[in-house]
T-cell receptor, first 112, second 110 residues
Framework: DVKVTQSSRYLVKRTGEKVFLECVQD?????MFWYRQDPGLGLRLIYF???????EKGDIPEGYSVSREKKERFSLILESASTNQTSMYLC???????????FGPGTRLTVT | GIQVEQSPPDLILQEGANSTLRCNFS?????LQWFHQNPWGQLINLFY???GTKQNGRLSATTVATERYSLLYISSSQTTDSGVYFC????????????FGEGTQLTVNP
């Protein structure tokens, strides 16, 4: 079975802090994705990566950056957290770019 | 971009009942996936189904790509089926990005 893990289930940070969310997959997948999920807005794609050191902007990249130094790990970075970044963050991976996506358990981030 | 509409938005069932969830999409797609999000937030991939019919236990899905819709059938529902069901599509012009519907909130009562 594919396993996607995220570094924290719950996280509380203060406005202005730099925040790192980590995602690791164990299936040698080429593609990894970061989404955020908000009530009434559904799941929205922030960034994705189709190879090591490669990244593509999704629909809502503003205020975020990403890093993919190793194939199995994809990090989402909030350079200066703001309250409007309070959300559920979900990481996913897939073997093919348009392939079946497998999700991690999610990180519920609160920025105060 | 491609539009994805799911219906109904909410559904309440008694344990043992059957149900059908629908997903309509506005353009041609490369693939379509159904997910279940449990009450703890975990999204589980149920089906990868760009066309045709697939079955997995009590769940089955059918996608009619030419008519731009997909159906998810849940038979003999159980309380553990509760949660939100999402349909997500990769449109032919989407660049391999999934667009998610708003979801159907399913509650199965004992």
């Amino acid at each position: 079975d594919v396993k996607v893990t995220q570094s924290s289930r719950y996280l509380v940070k203060r406005t202005g802090e730099k925040v790192f969310l980590e995602c690791v997959q164990d299936m040698d997948h080429e593609n990894m994705f970061w989404y955020r999920q908000d009530p009434g807005l559904g799941l929205r794609l922030i960034y994705f990566s189709y190879d090591v050191k490669m990244k593509e902007k999704g629909d809502i990249p503003e205020g975020y950056s990403v890093s993919r130094e190793k194939k199995e790990r994809f990090s989402l970075i909030l350079e200066s957290a703001s309250t409007n970044q309070t959300s559920m963050y979900l990481c996913a991976s897939s073997f093919l770019a348009a392939g079946r996506q497998y999700f991690g358990p999610g990180t519920r981030l609160t920025v105060t | 971009g491609i539009q994805v509409e799911q219906s109904p938005p909410d559904l309440i069932l008694q344990e043992g009942a059957n149900s059908t969830l629908r997903c309509n999409f506005s353009d041609s797609v490369n693939n379509l996936q159904w997910f279940h999000q449990n009450p703890w937030g975990q999204l589980i991939n149920l089906f990868y189904i760009p066309s045709g019919t697939k079955q997995n236990g009590r769940l089955s899905a059918t996608t009619v790509a030419t008519e731009r819709y997909s159906l998810l059938y849940i038979s003999s529902s159980q309380t553990t089926d509760s949660g939100v069901y999402f349909c997500a599509v990769d449109g032919e012009t989407s660049g391999s990005r999934l667009t998610f519907g708003e979801g159907t909130q399913l509650t199965v009562n004992p």
